[in-house]
């Protein structure tokens, strides 16, 4: 234990408190369960605000003993967090342009690049803000997604420093000034809670009140105190108390930040408040495991999510004995990253030579990150041919002002006497430019409009509570009121069935009940209310159309585990097979039985990919990708192979 608090105390220029690492435990523990177990621990994500909240605190307590004592220099702030942030940031990036090359594909590898720029210029935060949208892939997949939170408090350090040797400087009252700023960044922090929740998420001007938390009692320590002796182990039992209830209180479904993270925020101001002699403090967090886990939270941080986002991305679905196995690996690799990277650089000793070196290297990652982005550096399998079209992009060329969630009216050969209506979402828009081809190369069809929209469910009642989605129930509405058209002789309606039914993400609403449309009681009534859609447009005289869903699966996606980690990576194997979901072949069927007995004709991808026994084609005969994704055609193949869809538009 006395040689872990000495390596700790060589590392701090002031006085050392393990019960601060202790702390970075709890904050980098909660993160990683969260990430690797989310039911687990469903609020662990707040262990990044725990980290805001301990940054402000420390640095602020540095700067502000350097200003008073006259010898602040902004030169030695910048050496010192060089020193501390680069390294261990740099071996991590080159980690993940490594496995990079070796699992991604060409523009997947590209797209990387640009993660890798925005990680090594901490601006990561603005390029997943700027990403966020129908369009953006899964989290899982973004090697540095956790790099918004290490570019956050950076951008904070541009200004922090000359804004306090403005403050002591010019004698302004520091608790006064921090009190406007502060309560701006979280007025701003509520604001995009109910209107941006991603700016919420990625914006550093509604964060930095996090920050300042840890800031205002650095000062109150440095200059009052002794007020702070009293009451010391109320406050730190309060403050595990809040971060506790944080952990189990807060989901991925609350108003995050928002309110809610003055329950993280403020159980960390507590626990430091209560200084390092405190029963829980000198008892819990400051012993061995606590401390040794706190020194290497930095890179336990940086390791854990590159390390899931490669599992996710090579091997799928990770099972829980792989995510702590992965676990196990970040650990070791946060330890000797600890020992050889970062604890060399941070002693003192050769600063400026130091500095100057991690410079170098960091300018380096920059430069291999422009590469990639450049396409002059290919990955390992940049011979393999993996689908790099999107479903909605012959829509996106042909539409003015395209919207970011994919939902509108897209007109394809709308002046003709009939225009088949097509109401759904992008496993409508798959088929565009097919049906695009075949209603332009005959004359004598109808033409079509398609309102849809990007995760748009075309069943009445039935709502999402993601804010992405809310542009489409106005939708919705727009597209059966112009389903009473005399053009419109023809109604498509189409969905991603699979999806809506077999998440938890979608609800039927009804007398001001919900039911989950996971749930038996939920599908049943959503499934009438479709019916019931269908028949009223067939006694108004509509032909209609039911569109099937296609089958879905991670397995079906070509860029799974088995093209991945193929020796040459020149190709698919011809004629890959998989077997689905048994749940979505039930739901296939129910939902054909109630598409006919309501009256409408049916079209159904399914019967073009699979046999009638389930097992479902990844690739074709010449080892071309049926799929863009997990659920997805791959708009390529549907455009010369989807022949089933042209029945839509039948003369």
Request: proline fraction near 5%; include cysteine; charge should be positive.
């Amino acid at each position: 234990m006395m040689g872990l608090r000495q390596i700790a105390s060589s590392l701090h220029s002031g006085t050392y408190r393990p019960d601060i690492d202790g702390i970075r435990a709890i904050a980098v523990v909660s993160v990683i369960i969260s990430h690797g177990f989310p039911t687990l621990l469903p609020g662990g994500f707040v262990g990044v605000d725990i980290f805001f909240v301990l940054s402000g605190y420390l640095i602020s307590s540095i700067l502000i003993k350097s200003i008073q004592a006259g010898n602040f220099s902004i030169l030695h702030f910048y050496d010192r967090r060089v020193r501390r942030i680069f390294p261990a940031l740099i071996a991590t990036l080159l980690a993940v342009i490594l496995a990079g090359w070796t699992f991604l594909f060409r523009p997947e590898f590209a797209n990387l690049g640009w993660h890798v720029v925005s990680s090594a210029l901490f601006s990561e935060n603005f390029m997943l803000w700027s990403e966020a949208g129908y369009f953006d892939v899964s989290s899982k997949l973004k090697p540095t997604l956790h790099l918004w939170s290490l570019a956050i408090e950076e951008q904070f350090y541009i200004f922090w420093p000359l804004i306090l040797v403005y403050i002591y400087k010019k004698k302004i009252n520091f608790m006064a000034a921090l009190y406007v700023m502060a309560a701006a960044s979280f007025a701003l922090n509520l604001w995009y809670v109910s209107n941006d929740p991603t700016a919420a998420y990625y914006s550093p001007l509604g964060r930095f009140w996090e920050l300042m938390i840890g800031a205002a009692l650095a000062h109150v320590e440095l200059n009052f105190g002794t007020k702070w002796k009293g009451h010391a182990n109320v406050r730190s039992l309060a403050g595990v108390a809040l971060i506790v209830i944080s952990l189990f209180a807060i989901t991925e479904e609350s108003r995050f930040p928002g309110w809610w993270a003055l329950l993280p925020t403020f159980g960390t101001l507590l626990l430091l408040s209560s200084g390092p002699n405190a029963w829980f403090n000198q008892r819990v967090l400051s012993t061995g495991p606590m401390v040794w886990c706190g020194l290497i939270s930095y890179p336990l941080y940086l390791w854990h999510w590159p390390l899931l986002s490669y599992g996710h991305i090579v091997i799928g679905s990770l099972s829980p004995t792989k995510t702590l196995g992965l676990v196990v690996v970040t650990f070791v690799l946060a330890t000797a990253t600890f020992a050889f990277v970062e604890r060399p650089f941070r002693q003192r000793g050769d600063g400026a030579f130091k500095v100057v070196a991690l410079c170098c290297a960091m300018l380096c990652v920059l430069a291999v990150g422009v590469l990639m982005i450049a396409r002059v550096v290919p990955p390992r399998l940049s011979l393999v041919d993996a689908p790099n079209r999107h479903e909605w992009d012959f829509l996106k060329v042909r539409t003015p002002n395209f919207d970011r969630n994919a939902v509108g009216i897209y007109p394809l050969e709308a002046g003709r006497s009939k225009v088949a209506l097509f109401i759904g979402d992008s496993h409508v828009a798959q088929y565009a430019e097919r049906i695009h081809r075949t209603i332009s190369s005959d004359p004598l069809r109808p033409g079509a409009i398609l309102a849809i929209g990007g995760g748009c469910i075309p069943i009445d009642g039935v709502f999402s509570d993601q804010i992405i989605r809310g542009q489409c129930w106005a939708l919705r509405d727009q597209a059966y009121d112009m389903a009473r058209d005399a053009r419109h002789s023809t109604v498509v309606i189409g969905g991603s069935w699979n999806w809506y039914f077999l998440s938890k993400e979608f609800y039927y609403k009804d007398a001001g009940k919900t039911y989950p449309l996971l749930s038996a009681e939920g599908r049943k009534a959503a499934l009438d209310r479709l019916a019931a859609r269908i028949e009223t447009l067939v006694r108004d005289g509509k032909r209609v159309v039911f569109v099937l869903d296609n089958p879905a699966d991670n397995a079906l996606s070509p860029t799974g585990l088995a093209v991945r980690l193929g020796a040459n990576g020149t190709g698919f194997e011809p004629g890959r097979t998989i077997r689905i979901d048994p749940r979505q072949v039930e739901l296939h069927d129910e939902m054909l039985q109630l598409a006919m007995r309501a009256g409408a004709e049916v079209v159904d991808p399914f019967l073009a990919v699979c046999t009638a026994e389930g097992l479902c084609r990844m690739t074709d005969a010449g080892g071309r990708p049926i799929y863009k994704d997990a659920g997805h055609f791959n708009p390529d193949w549907a455009l010369e192979n989807a022949s089933f869809i042209d029945a839509a538009t039948a003369r």
